[in-house]
C-alpha cells in the first residue's frame, strides 16, 4: 500500500534519547526493534526493503545456521549497522583503541571465507594454498569460537565488549603469528593440530575475572608451540 513507508516511518522514528519532562533533568531512552518475516527469505519484498530503508541497523537471520545449530542464528555477512563509524571513536575510548581494525580484519577473514567455501566446494581443501587454507581455519574460529554462543552458559551468553574483544584479538594473534610460521616453511596440517587451538575454543567458557590471565597463559603456549614446529622445520633442513 502507499501508506507503508509513513506508517513503519511513524513507528521507527519514536526510538531516540530524550529529556524526559519535569524538573530533575532525566534522560531517557528507546530502543526500537522490528521483526520482518518476508515469505522464503525474500529479503527484495516491499516490506522488508521500506523497514532497510528507515532503519540503520540490520540483523539477517539464517535459517542454514539454525540448521547447523550455530545460535544467535545472524549471518554475519548480510547484517550491518549503519552506526559503527559513529561510534567508532566511543570503542576506541571506552573499549580498546584496536577494537574498530579488529572487526574490520574478522569481517575481512569470513568475507575471504566465503569466497574460498566456493573452491573448496568444487575442488576440495587440498586444492588451496597453506595461507588460504589457514584464513579457512581463523574463519572458522571466529565463527564456532567466537560469534556462536551458548544460551546455557552465564559465561559465554553475557560477555563484556572487554572480553569480547580480549577473545577476538587472541584468535587474530592465532591468524597473524601462524601466517609467520608458515612462510617458514611449516605445514598447516602441523600447525592444525596444535594444543593451544583448542584452548582458544575453551576460552569463551572462562568467567570474566579469569579471563585475563587466561589468556595470557594461552598466548605463552602458542608462541612456545608455534616456536617448536619453526625448530623442527629447522631441523629436517
Request: with cysteine; net charge neutral.
Amino acid at each position: 500500500p502507499a501508506y507503508l513507508t509513513s506508517r513503519l516511518a511513524q513507528f521507527y522514528e519514536r526510538a531516540g534519547i530524550v529529556k524526559c519532562l519535569g524538573s530533575d533533568g532525566r534522560i531517557g531512552t528507546l530502543s526500537a526493534i522490528g521483526a520482518v518475516s518476508p515469505p522464503g527469505g525474500d529479503l527484495s519484498e516491499p516490506v522488508t526493503q521500506a523497514t532497510l530503508r528507515i532503519v540503520k541497523v540490520f540483523w539477517g537471520l539464517d535459517a542454514s545456521l539454525a540448521y547447523r545449530r550455530h545460535f544467535p542464528a545472524i549471518n554475519w555477512l548480510n547484517s550491518y549497522s549503519l552506526y559503527k563509524d559513529k561510534l567508532a571513536d566511543w570503542f576506541a575510548r571506552n573499549v580498546d583503541s584496536e577494537f574498530n581494525r579488529r572487526t574490520n580484519e574478522a569481517m575481512r577473514i569470513l568475507q575471504a571465507e566465503s569466497e574460498l567455501d566456493e573452491i573448496v566446494k568444487l575442488v576440495g581443501m587440498d586444492a588451496l594454498s597453506p595461507a588460504d587454507r589457514l584464513t579457512m581455519e581463523v574463519a572458522r574460529s571466529i565463527r564456532e569460537d567466537f560469534l556462536q554462543q551458548d544460551a546455557f552458559s552465564v559465561d559465554d551468553a553475557y560477555s563484556t565488549l572487554k572480553k569480547q574483544t580480549r577473545l577476538l584479538n587472541l584468535i587474530l594473534q592465532y591468524h597473524v603469528k601462524a601466517g609467520k610460521v608458515l612462510k617458514k616453511g611449516a605445514s598447516m596440517d602441523a600447525i592444525a593440530a596444535l594444543p593451544f587451538l583448542e584452548e582458544i575454543g575453551r576460552a569463551k567458557m572462562i568467567g570474566e575475572k579469569q579471563f585475563e590471565e587466561a589468556v595470557a597463559g594461552i598466548l605463552q603456549r602458542m608462541d612456545a608451540q608455534l616456536r617448536e614446529i619453526v625448530e623442527r622445520v629447522k631441523g629436517e633442513l
